[in-house]
């Protein structure tokens, strides 16, 4: 409902967020900031969630790294193919 609301007033007020861009930058870098923080704190308070974060760990790391790998092995092999 916040983004909804948030993509209706910029609808309606395109030039009040233009003019207050600068600003806008700042309070979101803010509050993505207060989110991690806070979500670190429930984090670090649950111990069943800090003892599972070594498995959760490579799990993640194998869920964002391979798709990465592979998108730029196949860029790499795209490009190649076209230059030769």
Excluded at 13 to 27: C, F
Excluded at 64 to 69: A, K, Q, T, V, Y
């Amino acid at each position: 409902m916040a983004l909804g609301a948030g993509i209706g007033l910029g609808v309606i007020l395109p030039k009040a967020v233009q003019k207050g861009e600068g600003l806008i930058r700042v309070l979101l870098g803010v509050l993505v900031a207060a989110l991690l923080f806070l979500m670190g704190l429930k984090i670090g308070s649950d111990r069943e969630v800090l003892s599972a974060l070594p498995s959760l760990g490579i799990k993640s790391l194998a869920m964002g790294g391979l798709p990465l790998i592979c998108s730029v092995l196949l860029v790499w092999l795209y490009t190649r193919r076209r230059k030769g």
